[in-house]
């Protein structure tokens, strides 16, 4: 466009019209109103796709624009240079920012725009009278998506290069990026032909972080970076190779995610976490009771190496081990559930899930007591245990006393949490028994009952009070005269301050079983419960009373000095 007529904002335009972004559905030819502002738009060529700009974007169009009487007053398509603005920011008159986000790529409109749209009342001297409604044939070359990607203006994100795949970067996970940061004169302030950083601890300035979690791999964008993410008010000084940042300065950020290491709490605890050095293929991952095939080694702290296995020239000297079975340490265990053939993967493990406080001798040296190990891992093959979906009745009912029985073993050990976790396996094995047969099923019920009642045991040990109550209350849907699962719940209450339940029962199962010494040793452990709680509820409300009591005598000393005071309330009351 002339410099002297570059479809400029109209000044005496509402700020709060707006149409709806719908794009009008239209055939070669159609003309419609869009919105109800009196904006007219007729297509004349269909664009590719369904994607349409959005305000903040970066379009590129051909236009002719003329008077309704045909006259020209502007063609960027005479002067052979497309004309480029940011759609919706107000750069162009009002029906171009509402029309042009109803266009898809390749796209040739006409639009015919009210003046209330347009130059309005004052025109544009001197090709544009007042009043005037325009018509302009415009062509959508291409657009560049730019994303307010903090929703607050902070930070406006261009995309240069389309990234590979769809995920993006997390918090934990570490990137590898290339930046170039300017002033907004073009003054380079700092520079980095590739750096790696964790996202959340970020690096240079609190933009970058943000900017990589909206990335994918390989993707290029330009960011415009407001003060409050990039120095704020007080800027930075120059050091080194980085110069200084002006306080209140906008930067732009020409910033490339390169790859990133993704990084995963295989823990709710956060105790193991996994590193993926390189990734795997496909979607399949070991299930519980897998034969794993690894490349492995462990180190300490310091570097130091305690174990290497798997790294000979055969297959027969890769590390095997059945996972779910305690053939490895927990943590390792845990983690290799979550890999796939093929990934390579740096473990770290804390104490807990690793060799805890005691001293354990290993092949190349001896972990000392609460060590964190570091292991990397390959995951060479693995061979899945049968789910439960493909046993027959018989395999079913097997693999759930067989989880039973190592269940018992962790339970005697002191190890509750993995115990718990066996008994529920077990549980799963057999949870739906409508296809079993008479004799399976009086099996498959013996075995709930034990499962969940040694399940509650762990619970208890655990200090985990509800989820014991619940399991002995579905033993006792199966069994209503179990004592220990009356026995187990009482505690569970006990421990819930729900004494009356406790008591209700504990009376229950002495009415089964009157001789039964854990059960009277309870409710003698009860008693002693219910007599403490009554005597903290006696002192409770005897010092809410006499609170009272020195209130009510406060009112009547208070009521009685008044009495002695002239009246001072509302004499028309």
Request: charged letters at 35%; one cysteine or more; hydrophobic letters at 35%.
């Amino acid at each position: 466009m002339d410099e002297d007529f570059d479809i400029p904002a109209a000044e005496e335009m509402n700020e709060d019209m707006d149409l709806p972004d719908e794009s009008p559905i239209l055939k070669v030819g159609e003309e419609k109103e869009i919105g109800d502002q009196g904006l007219k738009k007729k297509l004349v060529k269909e664009g590719d796709g369904w994607d349409t700009p959005e305000n903040g974007d970066e379009v590129e169009v051909h236009y002719t624009g003329t008077l309704l009487d045909g006259t020209q007053f502007d063609s960027s398509r005479e002067r052979g240079t497309p004309f480029k603005f940011t759609l919706g920011q107000g750069q162009v008159i009002k029906g171009w920012d509402l029309g042009i986000k109803t266009m898809k790529k390749g796209e040739n409109a006409i639009f015919t725009i009210p003046p209330e749209l347009a130059y309005g009342e004052s025109g544009s001297p001197p090709t544009i009278p007042p009043n005037a409604t325009l018509r302009f044939d415009v062509e959508l070359l291409s657009w560049t998506n730019v994303k307010d990607i903090c929703k607050d203006g902070g930070i406006f994100k261009k995309i240069v290069t389309e990234g590979e795949k769809w995920e993006n970067p997390k918090d934990l996970d570490e990137v590898f990026v290339k930046y170039e940061a300017r002033l907004e004169d073009g003054t380079l302030v700092a520079k980095s032909d590739g750096v790696e950083f964790t996202v959340k601890d970020g690096h240079f300035c609190p933009a970058l972080s943000k900017a990589v979690k909206t990335m994918k791999k390989g993707e290029k964008v330009i960011l415009t970076v407001k003060p409050q993410y990039g120095f704020g008010e007080k800027g930075k000084l120059a050091c080194g190779e980085e110069g200084a940042v002006p306080p209140n300065a906008t930067l732009q950020i020409t910033l490339e995610l390169v790859s990133w290491k993704t990084v995963t709490e295989v823990t709710d605890d956060k105790k193991v976490i996994k590193k993926i050095l390189k990734e795997g293929e496909g979607y399949e991952r070991p299930n519980e009771g897998a034969v794993v095939k690894l490349k492995l080694i462990g180190k300490l702290q310091d570097g130091k190496v305690f174990l290497k296995k798997g790294h000979g020239e055969g297959e027969e000297d890769l590390f095997e081990f059945k996972t779910d079975d305690e053939q490895v340490i927990h943590g390792l265990d845990k983690a290799v559930l979550t890999m796939k053939k093929g990934e390579v993967a740096l473990v770290t493990i804390h104490p807990d899930y690793a060799f805890g406080s005691s001293e354990s001798p290993q092949e190349l040296a001896v972990v000392p007591p609460n060590s964190t190990v570091y292991y990397e891992v390959e995951l060479v093959s693995f061979v899945k245990d049968k789910e439960s979906w493909d046993m027959n009745t018989e395999e079913k009912i097997e693999a759930a006393g067989k989880k039973k029985e190592e269940g018992n073993a962790l339970f005697k050990a002191g190890k509750y949490a993995r115990a718990s976790h066996r008994y529920e396996k077990a549980a799963k094995f057999i949870e739906y028994d409508s296809t079993f047969g008479e004799e399976e099923k009086k099996q498959a019920k013996a075995l709930k009952v034990s499962c969940n009642l040694n399940n509650a045991a762990c619970k208890l040990k655990l200090k985990d009070y509800k989820e014991a109550q619940k399991l002995c209350t579905k033993v006792l849907d199966i069994e209503s005269t179990n004592v220990k699962a009356l026995y187990r719940r009482a505690q569970a209450y006990i421990h819930l301050a729900d004494l009356d339940l406790a008591e209700f029962d504990i009376k229950k199962a002495l009415e089964i079983d009157p001789d039964n010494k854990d059960v009277k040793l309870e409710y003698k452990t009860l008693k002693e419960k219910m007599k403490e709680y009554n005597k903290k509820e006696a002192k409770f409300y005897g010092n809410m009373f006499a609170r009272m009591n020195k209130l009510g005598a406060l009112e009547t000393n208070n009521s009685s000095s008044k009495e002695a005071e002239p009246m001072s309330i509302d004499s028309k009351a």
